[in-house]
């Protein structure tokens, strides 16, 4: 691998890289990869913040969105002075400030079937931190035809699901979901559910990268945490899957 570590890269990920099979090479593929955030409020700010500060080379984030007052109490990087910025913008002067060496393509605009091929090349991991379904079967899709992993969160209340989809290897968002679940435009949350499911993504990023560890393929992880409870369901491939079947 020609990528190489300036000194103060090796101090900066110094404490992540003496976990066993990370290491430098580790990190010299953390520097070389492409992650696609889908979506930059509640999941995707703590999502990007957390794989911008561990070291991933190059982030696109997407999202069309301006900050408003009443997204502030959960995405964690849209601060009181970012009331009326595009929050894709916004969020990446905050992550370029936090680590110089991440290379960061904001882009302010919806996921259409008409640009998310173009948006998802190139990327090693995309990531799904929407808050709609037609987004998330549309990337589920698009991960499908690329050939990409996709990390799915959804959250509501204190209760969130994640899981991670690898085509061909498991199942995929529409085996687990063949019927489309209804959308709710404004719903319950509080800061710490998508924080909480944010990092359990970035877990799953950072690891799909290094390479190393168990992911959530065939699993559902569900979190309930009026009840501070925990499952983890196995889900599997549907035969007749519309969208993966004949893979
Ligand atoms: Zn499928």
């Known amino acids: 691998?020609?990528?190489?570590?300036?000194?103060?890269?090796?101090?900066?990920?110094?404490?992540?890289?003496m976990i066993p099979d990370w290491g430098k090479d580790g990190q010299k593929k953390l520097k070389e990869a492409t992650v696609l955030v889908a979506g930059t409020g509640g999941l995707g700010c703590p999502v990007s913040l957390y794989l911008a500060a561990a070291g991933v080379g190059r982030l696109?984030?997407?999202?069309?969105?301006?900050?408003?007052?009443?997204?502030l109490n959960r995405?964690?990087?849209?601060?009181?002075?970012?009331?009326?910025?595009?929050?894709?913008?916004?969020?990446?002067?905050?992550?370029?400030?936090?680590?110089?060496?991440v290379k960061i393509d904001a882009h302010a605009t919806t996921i259409r079937e008409d640009n998310v091929a173009e948006l998802l090349n190139g990327a090693n991991v995309v990531v799904d931190a929407m808050d709609n379904w037609t987004t998330?079967?549309?990337?589920?899709?698009?991960?499908?035809n690329q050939d990409k992993p996709l990390?799915?969160?959804?959250?509501?209340?204190?209760?969130?699901?994640?899981?991670?989809?690898i085509p061909r290897k498991g199942p995929c968002l529409r085996c687990i979901l063949p019927d489309t679940p209804r959308e709710i435009s404004t719903f319950p949350v509080i800061g710490a559910t998508p924080?909480?499911?944010?990092?359990?993504?970035?877990?799953?990023?950072?690891?799909?990268?290094?390479?190393?560890?168990?992911?959530?393929?065939?699993?559902?992880?569900?979190?309930?945490?009026?009840?501070?409870?925990?499952?983890?369901?196995?889900?599997?491939?549907?035969?007749?899957?519309?969208?993966?079947?004949?893979?």
């Open 195 to 247: 924080g909480l499911f944010a990092m359990l993504q970035v877990m799953e990023v950072l690891k799909l990268i290094v390479g190393f560890g168990e992911t959530l393929v065939g699993r559902l992880l569900l979190f309930d945490g009026e009840r501070m409870d925990y499952a983890s369901t196995s889900v599997q491939r549907r035969n007749n899957c519309p969208v993966c079947s004949d893979i």
């Open 75 to 101: 995405q964690i990087l849209g601060w009181q002075e970012n009331i009326g910025q595009a929050k894709a913008e916004a969020v990446a002067k905050k992550l370029v400030a936090l680590n110089p060496n």
């Open 1 to 17: 691998m020609n990528t190489s570590l300036s000194d103060s890269e090796l101090t900066r990920y110094d404490r992540q890289m």
């Open 60 to 71: 696109v984030l997407v999202d069309k969105d301006k900050f408003e007052l009443s997204n």
């Open 136 to 144: 998330r079967f549309l990337l589920n899709q698009e991960c499908v």
């Open 151 to 165: 990390v799915h969160a959804g959250i509501y209340g204190l209760n969130g699901q994640v899981t991670t989809i």
